[in-house]
């Protein structure tokens, strides 16, 4: 087999070469320097940048024969003999690591820049890190970061961390390990001999499920076995607050990414290939797309209890008096759209059976508890036989709220017996995982002479997609939130929330 040989942080290194394999497989996989994170595997988001041969890039672009003979750095390998990097300190002490995904790539893109000015502008630091994305910190702490490395360097030395307290900012505990690249998120757990597995998501937003034969997918070299609605030993299904999303759908799909299967390899790639070959036969069926598709009559009914998933209110005082007080009326209607939370850390997590017998996941996830409790009612075994590890988390934004790999990491590893890795894709994180709902807001507000609220009257519209999700809390909210700040002594505040075919 094909080697690559390149000095990785000083280390001579050669590494067989798989097919398609990137620089970035090859640092993660082959040499587990897991600092070089995969964010958006298209060279857009940047936390992958390393140097090769002096000169930054997207590690997830560059195919790993290309580096043969090259001199690579890393994140891990940027301090000396220990110690950090003065930028990676300057990270630290100007505050601008949060969830930390980001950081390794925008440190090492930030250093090439030092490399080349001494005494960079702001203006000049936000151009070179534009190919850097961050999705927490709004870039002016991580600009400040970087005019701080700079001027500790011309001025020849770096002053010890504060400690903090009152009146003065502490370092997170957690930022030393986030800029020198050893946090271990999701997808950087790693036990010895773990399977990789992959779901097989429905193509369409609306179908009837007529088969699944996983078969094909057991011919595949490399292909371990193959799960499906049969091989959920508890409820098929869960939910925050309705449980109505199926583990696996054996029925019905209702949007576009349901899972129907997944398959489980020795590798990522043979995960691949066998999800690819599982044989799903669909009988596509008319689907509702809007909330106003939803409410007509005759629409097709998505689940037994109909499209109307939840109708909250908040009433206050008397409308009608309200407007009669007022002395002047504003109307209007506004829309929202569904919003992908983009965090640059795609969904992940290891799962594995302990020698007592518990299921052990370690997932990036916001609700640890919450998905422990759901998790165990899908594997049918009691709360206290799951444990759940939140690895360090790289953004979540609330879109990390609901489970995503969890029920299929312990699925997998209590059937196969060995460890079992899941990372989504950039493309199934944003197809497959849950959104923020769209809208339609209807105001009428009134006010007196004086400038005063007499009534606040609205009508929410919402998409809450194929499952509930947390639907009803989150349009109760907007309805509680609807008067603002103001004291207001006549309130109608109404909510529809409507099933559809959308994402959830």
């Not at 001199?71 to 630290?92: K, V, Y």
């Not at 009146?167 to 271990?184: F, H, I, Q, T, Y």
């Not at 998501?201 to 499920?209: D, G, L, N, Y």
């Not at 929410?460 to 700040?485: N, Q």
Request: with cysteine; net charge neutral.
């Amino acid at each position: 087999m094909a080697e690559a040989c390149p000095t990785v942080n000083g280390v001579p290194v050669c590494v067989p070469l798989r097919p398609g394999a990137t620089l970035l497989d090859l640092l993660r996989e082959d040499l587990g320097l897991t600092g070089t994170k995969a964010g958006c595997l298209e060279g857009e988001c940047g936390a992958c940048a390393v140097w090769v041969d002096g000169r930054v890039v997207n590690a997830c672009l560059v195919p790993a024969a290309r580096v043969d003979g090259a001199e690579i750095a890393t994140i891990e390998g940027l301090g000396r003999d220990g110690g950090l990097h003065l930028l990676q300190e300057a990270f630290i002490q100007a505050g601008a690591v949060q969830c930390g995904i980001c950081i390794p790539g925008m440190i090492m893109s930030a250093a090439a820049l030092l490399e080349t000015e001494s005494a960079p502008s702001r203006e000049s630091i936000r151009d070179w890190l534009s190919g850097n994305l961050c999705r927490c910190t709004g870039y002016t702490k991580i600009f400040d970061a970087v005019l701080l490395a700079a001027r500790w360097r011309r001025q020849g030395g770096v002053p010890p961390r504060v400690r903090g307290g009152v009146g003065a900012s502490a370092a997170r505990v957690d930022a030393e390990a986030k800029v020198r690249g050893v946090a271990l998120y999701g997808d950087d757990h790693r036990p010895v001999g773990a399977l990789h597995l992959r779901i097989v998501r429905s193509p369409h937003a609306h179908a009837e499920v007529l088969e699944v034969d996983p078969e094909p997918a057991l011919a595949v070299p490399g292909v371990v076995g193959a799960l499906t609605a049969t091989d959920v030993p508890g409820q098929n299904a869960y939910g925050i607050l309705v449980e109505d999303q199926p583990v696996f759908c054996d029925r019905v799909v209702r949007y576009v990414g349901d899972a129907v299967a997944a398959v489980v390899a020795e590798t990522r790639e043979a995960a691949e290939a066998g999800a690819s070959a599982v044989r799903v036969r669909y009988r596509p069926l008319e689907p509702v797309l809007s909330t106003a598709m939803a409410r007509a009559d005759g629409a097709p009914r998505l689940h037994p209890t109909g499209n109307l998933l939840a109708r909250p209110a908040v009433r206050k005082g008397d409308s009608t008096h309200g407007l009669a007080e007022a002395a002047v009326v504003v109307e209007g209607t506004w829309q929202t759209q569904w919003i992908e939370h983009a965090y640059i850390e795609p969904e992940a997590g290891v799962g594995e059976t302990t020698r007592d017998g518990t299921t052990l996941l370690t997932v990036s996830t916001q609700t640890p508890y919450m998905d422990r409790d759901a998790t165990a009612k899908v594997l049918g075994i009691a709360p206290g036989e799951v444990r759940v590890v939140q690895a360090v988390t790289g953004g979540g934004f609330g879109g990390k709220l609901d489970l995503s790999v969890q029920p299929y990491l312990g699925l997998a590893a209590r059937k196969f017996g060995r460890p079992v890795r899941c990372a989504f894709s950039r493309e199934e994180s944003v197809l497959a995982t849950v959104k923020r709902h769209p809208y339609r807001v209807r105001f009428r507000l009134g006010a007196d002479l004086r400038g005063r609220f007499t009534l606040v009257e609205t009508e929410v519209t919402g998409d809450t997609g194929a499952y509930a999700s947390w639907g009803p809390t989150v349009i109760t909210r907007a309805l509680i939130h609807a008067s603002g700040p103001y004291v207001v002594p006549h309130v109608l505040a109404r909510g529809f929330l409507w099933y559809t075919n959308n994402p959830p």
